[in-house]
């Protein structure tokens, strides 16, 4: 997959996780903490059978592995919010990797990096503040609704860079020369 492409399909991530959490905190929340949970049986029946399957050596280390993800499990059943907030974390963490992702890239279009990474924080902080003072019902769920803000900023930002870098690629296949020539009449 190449670049553009890579921009599109995060920016419309992006979008669509930043709306999820603006707009309906409590289902993303609960949708997260049942995937959390998803994740944890596919992983411990995964490691569990990688361990039943593997030879003597391996076979110790897929068993400490199933054995940790049990023990995060128990701990998520008896503090569901903790585990489901550090499972937001970590979603928050590759939106952070992909917004940085999306700022070296800015940072090699000498065009755009001086207005698209500061734009980019400018404008989640502006719709941050922007909700709380307009909807202060988002202060009850403060954190998903600054990750949703930020998620739905960078996803924008992120299909915008992408548009952008399909049409510097048309600039520069020869069909749009950047420079022209002007030639004199009897040079024809």
Known sequence: MDTKMSCLIQGMIGI???????????????????????LLAVG????????????????????????????????SFFAPAVVAIIFLLLIGGVAVYSGFFDITLALTHPKTKYIL???MFIAGGVLVGVL????????????LSVLGSFALVFGIFSILLGWYMQDETHESDGKHPKECTWKKPHER
């Open 117 to 119: 990474i500061p734009g």
């Open 132 to 143: 709380i003072w307009y909807f202060p019902v988002v202060l009850k769920n403060l954190f």
């Open 16 to 38: 669509v996780f930043g709306l999820l959490a603006l707009l309906v905190p409590d289902i993303t929340l609960a949708s997260f903490y049942a995937l959390f949970w998803v």
């Open 44 to 75: 411990i029946a995964g490691f569990l059978l990688l361990a039943i399957t593997s030879k003597s050596d391996d076979s110790m280390f897929w068993f400490i592995l199933s054995a940790a993800l049990l023990v995060i499990g128990a701990v």
